[in-house]
């Protein structure tokens, strides 16, 4: 059963980077099958799409936060990288990674989702 | 980016009720669309990918229709354990997007 966890400081201050990573285990995160996503939810609010990592290595990431994010994978660590840079209170949030199921002719939904971890964003 | 709206937002049924909740595109994504059931402090679960196509282990009491630019997502009988928050997401495009969400609460 594949299962996602993400970590990574509950706290960060504004103009600083925050950074997440999404440990993979029951599967591999390397696999030529597998696709991620970073999603998003501030507090009483709905879900956010952040960004794309497909096993061919290609990322796409939403418009909004293009310029501030970056999302890598460490297949020696078997985890996912978030980074997202110069951040304001609005980027208070739960964060999840999640996997993709993709077809041939889409860009996949999520079957798999982590739990989730909340980043404040505060001095 | 392709807008995606749902309606209602807010939805107050009875244990019983047939419920449905309508996810509109901003343009066609064909059929490449998931709906997604999330509780309070719970990470979202897939119900229904490719508008219509129900996963594995969702009861089959949930049901979703559609393509082009209007879907709909249908509980058939509610029940207690289906008071949650609803929300659909298009993957046609790279620039996946979400609608806000539809609640369903007690009436």
């Known amino acids: 059963q594949l299962q996602l966890q993400e970590s990574g400081p509950g706290l960060v201050k504004p103009s600083e980077t925050l950074s997440l990573t999404c440990t993979v285990s029951?599967?591999?995160?390397?696999?030529?099958?597998?696709?991620w996503d970073w999603i998003r939810q501030p507090p009483g609010k709905g879900l956010e799409w952040i960004g794309s990592l497909y096993s061919t290595g290609s990322t796409f990431y939403s418009p909004s936060l293009e310029s501030r994010v970056t999302i890598s994978v460490d297949t020696s660590k078997s985890q996912l990288s978030l980074k997202l840079s110069s951040v304001t209170a609005a980027d208070t949030a739960v964060y999840y990674c999640?996997?993709?199921?993709?077809?041939?002719?889409?860009?996949?939904?999520?079957?798999?989702w982590g739990q989730g971890t909340l980043v404040s964003v505060s001095s | 980016d392709i807008q995606m709206t749902q309606s209602p937002s807010t939805l107050s049924a009875s244990v019983g009720d047939r419920v449905t909740i309508t996810c509109r595109a901003s343009?066609?994504?064909?059929?490449?669309l998931a709906w997604y059931q999330q509780k309070p402090g719970k990470a979202p679960k897939v119900l229904i990918y490719?508008?219509?196509s129900l996963e594995t282990g969702v009861p089959s009491r949930f049901s979703g229709s559609g393509s082009g630019t209007e879907f709909i997502l249908t509980i058939s009988s509610l029940q207690p354990e289906d008071f949650a928050t609803y929300y659909c997401q298009q993957y046609d495009s790279y620039s996946k997007t979400f609608g806000q969400g539809t609640k369903v609460e007690v009436k």
């Open positions: 029951g599967g591999s995160v390397r696999s030529s099958s597998y696709h």
């Open positions: 490719k508008a219509s």
């Open positions: 343009q066609s994504i064909s059929s490449w």
């Open positions: 999640a996997r993709l199921a993709k077809g041939t002719y889409d860009y996949g939904y999520i079957d798999y």
